[in-house]
């Protein structure tokens, strides 16, 4: 009897939150379909799961190991090259590689697989939202001679339908429609006859508008950018991973180097990936690649329906796109020939995902660059003191592109001390504009020219309070004053959503008299409103953004200049070009200045940068204006001297100081409870136990700090009790070491007590 052939078996990862990966032996009638990067069901714990295929292993012979269900795809959902990427991300970030990889595919590819079966019916795929359209065309070897048919009897247009039935391959029925006020009736006739056919299929609508588009042939280069071109071109043929700094000032020209390296990496047969920290930025970046490289662009952002993004993703596992587009998750676009990342706005904290798995995405492109041998192009012209120290100590190599193109100048900024206001006679509690801030928009206004406002707080007040006794209206979930908002009349809390409408008595004294205090965009735009009621307003923040599409057509009301002032918080500071803005407004540097986190100088830099570049890219000279209580603030002094190196030395003596990034890493274990008390002896227990584990290693002792516990600056958000403590190490090795160590004692302490605990490795967000 021949002996039975060995068994191939599959590591698996399970799209559950549990650490680790799983073996599963392959049936014989799937050996054939099993590949790296398709989805498998398998039996787990009596249920049936989602998991993913991440190796193939040989044959060999174990026990007790279960046979997989069933094979899902037809072909990978990402190439093997991505798997150790994916591993790196779950080693690093503390998270399991099964969300990992659940997170990096679109909505539209996990479903949920039914189970009575556990294989997908027919049209299961349809239900990730992909639009349907019905066909028209003729059925093969039909022929129609309309002369064979009574004239009288036809309808008048009936020839002319024909002609474009028989002269096309196929019609969509929508255009037959609208082409003929009769289309469906003669298309239900020609089918009758036996000569025409209808087809069902879904399809996806172009994503990129190409109208935004200034010139789509590219300009000749000038000679910094050639420089820094050829640079790239050698790094991207040598084929080794290399990391480039490219510190380009605003309208320096870093879109056209970006182009020039994607073309040369599609020369070499490489794709790229091209990173924007806005999903707003995607339209005008991904509209000019589109014009010049045609479909073998791709777009990726959360942004996008479940049908497009499922779309987009199967054209470039496919490999239909040399390039892909978008926010942070186009990191995870599964290209197999990657040859450069461009990161855009690399400092911008966007880059961050906040929620869930927090990953951050600048630093990961690096590390999938470094496993696939791609050239990295990190872009800014405000880089992050991290990288920039990283290209000063050769780490990173250094591109410059210290001048505007076309010879243009920088704009001229005007720093305004707003307490020489507050003390005038004339001064009221609610000026939100300056005199010098008025005069400018009211001469740009009467010249034809544009404005951008930017003020980083949304809504019409940033406060609702009792003028008698000073009691604010606080949201019941979280520690914050509710947010004002005029359209509606209600009062909202922009972290958790609850809202309510403005209460007549103080919930304190029970006095009548509250009214708003403070102001937000809302109230901004109001104020323009009264001062230049012939002027055009619009608004770009995340309250007018909720409708899909709304910022590409703001973006191209603005850009076809039928808005002459767009007022907005940071949306409105990355990456835009419109040459008609001439002036820029700063209505409060302070907001980012006095936020509690040890980057608040440097978030004020570059914000206060950024938007200043976005005036004087035409051929009139920009003017910034920004209004200021802090005036001799080293970060407001750098900006108003264009000065980024002035800035750099001295945050990066602050942080050797404080040992804060770049001189360490952080890592910050944070605390959830609904009872404030239990959460906080939760918190001093695990803290001990950190200080325990760190004096038990004579290594760690020099390498890592432990800061607190202590209550989260934001102490109560939507509904939880919140407390953190921070841990600096000198290495990564040695605190990952200890957060794992961490996470595996903190089970028991957490088990039964109602307290959450997150470990946020690197983070951006301290509140």
Known sequence: MPETPPK???????????????????????????????????????????????????????????????????????????????????????????????????????????????????????????????????????????????????????????????????????????????????????????????????????????????????????????????????????????????????????????????????????????????????????????????????????????????????????????????????????????????????????????????????????????????????????????????????????????????????????????????????????????????????????????????????GFSSLYLCRFCGETIRCPNCEVSLTYHKYGNNLLCHYCGFSIKPPNRCPACNREDLKPYGFGTQRVVEVLKDLFPKARIERMDRDTMKHKGEVQQILKRFMQHETDILVGTQMVTKGHDFPNVTLVGVISADLSLNYPDFRAGEITFQLLSQVAGRTGRGNVAGKVIIQTFNPSHYAITATKDHNYKKFFTKEIALRRQVNYPPFSLIANVRFLGNNNSKTQKIAIHIGMKIRNTIKNTPKRKNNIEVLGPAEAPMAKLKGKYRQQILIKSRTSQHLNQLLNEVETFSGKILSSSGVRMIIDVDPYQMM
């Open 8 to 458: 191939i078996y599959v590591q698996v990862a399970v799209a559950l939150p549990i650490r680790g990966t799983f073996t599963y032996t392959v049936t014989a009638e799937l050996k054939e379909k099993v590949a790296v990067g398709k989805r498998v069901l398998v039996p787990f714990s009596g249920r049936k799961i989602t998991a993913y295929i991440l190796r193939i292993i040989p044959p060999e012979k174990r026990k007790g190991v279960k046979d997989i269900i069933t094979v899902i795809d037809a072909y990978p959902l990402f190439p093997p090259q991505m798997v150790k990427f994916f591993e790196w991300l779950s080693h690093y970030y503390l998270y399991p590689i099964g969300l990992v990889i659940k997170g990096a595919l679109p909505t539209g590819l996990n479903v949920r697989v039914p189970e009575d079966t556990g294989i997908p019916k027919k049209g299961w795929l349809d239900r990730v939202g992909l639009l349907k359209m019905v066909f028209i065309s003729a059925k093969k070897d039909s022929t129609i001679d309309t002369s064979l048919f009574d004239r009288k009897r036809l309808p008048e247009n009936e020839d002319e339908f024909l002609k474009m039935i028989m002269s096309r391959k196929e019609v969509s029925l929508r255009e037959i429609k609208h082409a003929f006020s009769n289309g469906s009736y003669l298309v239900d006739k020609w089918v009758r006859k036996g000569f025409l056919k209808k087809t069902s299929r879904p399809v996806v609508k172009d994503l990129i508008d190409e109208s935004l588009i200034i010139s789509p042939d590219p300009p000749p280069l000038n000679s910094k950018q050639t420089d820094v071109v050829e640079k790239i071109f050698k790094k991207l043929k040598a084929a080794t991973f290399f990391t480039y700094l490219l510190h380009g000032i605003t309208d320096s020209g870093k879109t056209e180097v970006y182009y020039h390296a994607v073309r040369a990496a599609k020369k070499l047969g490489k794709q790229s990936i091209l990173m924007v920290p806005e999903i707003a930025l995607t339209v005008s970046l991904a509209s000019l690649f589109k014009a010049r490289f045609k479909d073998r662009v791709a777009i990726l952002h959360s942004a996008l329906s479940k049908g497009e993004r499922y779309y987009q993703w199967i054209r470039i596992a496919k490999g239909d796109a040399d390039v892909v587009i978008g926010a942070r998750s186009a990191l995870f676009a599964p290209l197999s020939r990657l040859g450069c990342i461009i990161v855009d706005e690399e400092h911008d904290l966007s880059y961050k995902q906040e929620e869930k798995f927090r990953y951050q995405a600048r630093d990961a492109a690096i590390v999938r660059a470094k496993l696939s041998d791609a050239v990295v192009i990190l872009g800014s012209g405000t880089p992050s003191i991290q990288s920039y120290q990283n290209a000063a100590i050769g780490k990173y190599g250094f591109l410059a592109m210290p001048k505007r193109i076309l010879k243009r100048q920088l704009p001229d900024i005007k720093v305004i001390d707003m307490a020489q206001f507050e003390k005038s006679s004339a001064a009221q509690d609610e000026d939100i504009m300056s005199p010098p801030l008025k005069e400018a928009i009211e001469e740009n206004v009467r010249q034809k020219k544009q404005t951008i406002l930017f003020l980083n707080r949304r």
